[in-house]
């Protein structure tokens, strides 16, 4: 992998690790109620936010490829447009 595929890479791994550390300090909420999480595509500059309920995240999180992401955003490569 290239260098700017490994940060963008990077990148996505770091916003998941965050998601997953906001769910787990979230668990004592209504799992019906609405949470931002962000965008886990690789763009650096995202920062857009994904609202999902703390069901939805944890049905979705038990497949490896799924990542929560807005629309038009892809976590295969790295996104040539401008951040939400």
Known sequence: MSGAGEASADNAAHK???NELMREGLQARPGSASIGFFCECRSP?????VWLTGED???HRGYPSWAPLAPGHDHR???????S
């Open 16 to 18: 998941r690790q965050i």
């Open 45 to 49: 500059g995202c920062f857009a936010t």
């Open 57 to 59: 995240y944890d049905a």
């Open 77 to 83: 490569a790295q996104s040539t447009e401008e951040p």
